[in-house]
């Protein structure tokens, strides 16, 4: 019976929900008294008197009001409101500490119009328009577990009323209940749940606690530091005791540290690390010499993985390798930030005034060069915060004729707590050369020779061979990695002459691509070398180029007359040689094309042949595309965007008769449809005999059957 009752009462508040929109929507007040209560501009829902303090025995009545309702609309933003008042149902859950106080009477104040004065000690009169307001539920259960409800829900109160019932604004109370002290401790008058239900939409309140406590009972509250608490390292808790002028007794401060951990101490203060990162409930209670205990106060403590590092330190072109006095050196550094909040930090740059291990850099001596301040921002699922800070050194502070590495180590701010401080630190991956006479030195850093067609982004390159009268073009990408600016003399040999010769001016520590040129040359096999100079300094490089002459393509076809559907055409290219001394012949390629495929170049072949030697039927009269590509051991093959390669390719018209037969376009061969004609006219001929003899025998049968009869 009383699950059935339950269910019931579950199907009523599903159906008031629909049509009142019982949804929850009460933010906690902020609000510290009455006298802040009365003056917001929204509905506030709050236990009055909000501080009770009655002696052990007594018996108190609190009361629980509606304050502030309007019919105006609240705009959450732009596509959504919620009403601040005409009130058309409730649905409180309400809580208190049974240890403490306990449960003698309620009074549901419903409808108004029953209790149209105030109700003690409410100075408002009773809630909801209407003669009959429907119950939902009145239900109290000191023990707490309701069905359908939280655990610690021990008032179930819910009203509502329907149209043609009027919306009720302005201020009510909703219910008073009595309790009966029978502790001396602190207990809260609790909302677990408000829900308040307009005619649409749903109302838009805070709400707001009210406490019993005690006279001289000890109020407990705590701080913690560091504010964001970092996995593994300890948080120090500090425990503050007011309204209590009797000492805590040993082991008197309870904390429950929300991870499993509780201790029980004698003094404030209190020491406790997090093994796991995440958000925890960390709870505090005191109980005095003579036992009073306080009420447990509760905060929310989010642990954190704080962790910085430097990943990487990059040092610009001018410093890569020497440098001379009075150059600047641009450093930078990249931060990495693992955790999950924006940290700030302060970024340290040194140079070694020792030998550098880089297994163990820490243990060399570092002087300091400068330091910056700066934030990066934290992760975030798919990307990971970082931030590049920058330094500078002029080289004239290094002593000469040394070599240096640089350090940049990272410092969070606050310092302590991070996870791991291994990773804060880096060398950067080279170390510079500090001089004080001029060092010529030119670098090669890269040198291609190849065929371009085309420019910019969408040009075509082949590297070579090249075939006869194709270009070659060169191109140079020079590096300075001396000590002053160069005019750098640049020669270019084919087997040892001289093809062409320039100088480019470059600036300390720059890299320069050279404009490519291109230069025609003759048949056979080039030692291509490049030789670049500045003062005493001399950098080579060699590439192999080799120019050949293309193959010639000779084809027959027999027989020289081709009737469709009767001639097996042979296609022959015996007769192809590679007019280069090394060179040969490695594949032939045929691709048959229809007469109608007068852009044969753009479309694919009806079939495609391999071989030197092929034989292909034609099937219908016309003029057909017979097209060979050939490929050589050097793997050249026809490209139409290489012109040089024409000669890899040949095309052959073919002409087909047609006779008896002979393939229609997209039909059959006529000598079929000849065929077929004359099978039908000799069928229907055929049927025709048959109809007309019958025709004369017929009546004659006729009549000699009747001369019978």
Request: net charge negative.
């Amino acid at each position: 019976m009383k699950s059935g009752k339950t269910l019931s009462l579950f199907l009523v508040t599903i159906m008031l929900t629909s049509c009142f929109g019982f949804i929850n929507l009460t933010p906690t007040a902020t609000a510290d008294d009455q006298g802040l209560i009365t003056k917001s501009s929204y509905p506030i829902v709050y236990v009055y008197p909000q501080n009770v303090t009655t002696p052990v025995g007594e018996n108190f009545t609190i009361a629980v009001i509606g304050f502030n309702f309007t019919n105006r609309v609240f705009y959450t933003n732009t596509s959504s409101q919620r009403q601040q008042g005409n009130l058309m149902g409730f649905d409180i859950k309400f809580t208190w500490d049974p240890t403490i106080i306990k449960y003698l009477k309620h009074t549901v104040t419903t409808p108004s119009s029953v209790y149209p004065a105030p109700n003690l000690p409410s100075p408002y009169v009773g809630v909801l328009n209407g003669t009959n307001p429907l119950q939902i539920m009145d239900y109290v259960n000191e023990s707490g577990h309701m069905p359908e409800a939280d655990p610690e829900v021990r008032a179930w109160f819910a009203y509502a009323t329907m149209y043609p019932a009027i919306p009720q604004n302005g201020n009510c109370t909703f219910f008073t209940m009595t309790f009966q002290v029978i502790k001396s401790g602190e207990s809260p008058l609790h909302f677990v749940g408000c829900d308040l239900a307009s005619d649409d939409p749903p109302i838009y309140s805070f709400v707001r606690d009210g406490t019993y406590r005690t006279a001289g009972v000890p109020v407990a509250d705590f701080t913690y530091q560091p504010k964001l608490p970092v996995l593994n390292r300890s948080v120090n808790f500090t425990a503050t005791v007011s309204e209590n002028t009797s000492s805590i007794r040993s082991s008197g401060y309870m904390w429950d540290f929300g991870d499993g951990n509780k201790e029980n101490v004698s003094v404030a203060t209190v020491l406790h690390a997090y093994a796991s990162e995440g958000v925890y409930s960390v709870n505090l209670k005191v109980v005095d010499m003579f036992g009073i205990e306080s009420a447990t106060v509760s905060q929310s403590l989010k642990v954190i993985v704080r962790d910085l590092q430097v990943e990487k330190v990059e040092l610009p072109p001018i410093a890569r390798v020497r440098v001379a006095p009075m150059n600047i050196i641009n450093m930078s550094a990249t931060i990495r930030n693992f955790g999950p909040v924006v940290e700030n930090f302060t970024a340290h740059t040194y140079f070694n005034t020792s030998n550098v291990d880089l297994a163990n850099p820490l243990a060399a001596s570092w002087a300091f060069i400068d330091s910056v301040d700066s934030s990066v921002t934290a992760w975030q699922p798919g990307a990971i915060g970082t931030k590049t800070a920058y330094a500078s050194i002029n080289s004239s502070f290094l002593p000469p004729m040394a070599y240096y590495y640089f350090l940049v180590n990272v410092t969070g701010i606050p310092a302590e707590s991070e996870k791991n401080v291994t990773n804060n630190y880096m060398v950067s991956p080279t170390a510079i050369f500090a001089t004080n006479v001029t060092i010529h030195d030119v670098l090669i850093d890269s040198y291609i020779c190849q065929l371009v067609v085309g420019s910019g982004a969408s040009a075509k390159r082949w590297y070579p061979p090249l075939a006869e009268g194709e270009k070659t073009t060169f191109r140079l990408t020079i590096r300075n990695a001396g000590t002053d600016n160069e005019n750098a003399g640049i020669k270019l040999y084919s087997n040892g002459t001289v093809l062409k010769q320039f100088n480019v001016t470059l600036g300390l520590g720059e890299s320069i691509a050279v404009a490519d040129w291109t230069e025609t040359l003759g048949l056979g096999n080039h030692n291509m070398t490049i030789a670049v100079q500045a003062g005493n300094s001399v950098a080579n490089a060699t590439i192999w180029v080799r120019i050949i002459k293309t193959p010639l393509i000779q084809v027959s076809i027999t027989p020289s007359e081709i009737v469709a559907n009767q001639t097996l055409a042979t296609f022959r290219a015996n007769g192809t040689i590679h007019q280069d001394a090394g060179g040969n012949v490695t594949s032939w390629t045929w691709g048959i094309y229809r007469p109608s495929d007068s852009s044969w170049e753009l479309t694919d072949p009806i079939v495609t042949l391999q071989g030197k030697t092929v034989a292909f039927n034609f099937t219908m009269e016309g003029n057909w595309t017979v097209v060979l590509i050939i490929t050589d051991n050097y793997g050249i093959t026809f490209d139409d965007q290489r012109p040089g390669s024409n000669a890899y390719l040949r095309v052959e018209r073919v002409s087909v008769k047609a006779t008896g037969g002979g393939e229609t376009e997209g039909g059959l061969p006529l000598m079929y449809i000849i065929a077929i004609v004359l099978i039908v006219v000799a069928v229907v001929a055929a049927g025709l005999v048959i109809f007309f003899r019958r025709r004369r025998v017929g009546p004659t049968i006729v009549k000699k059957e009747s001369a019978e009869t």
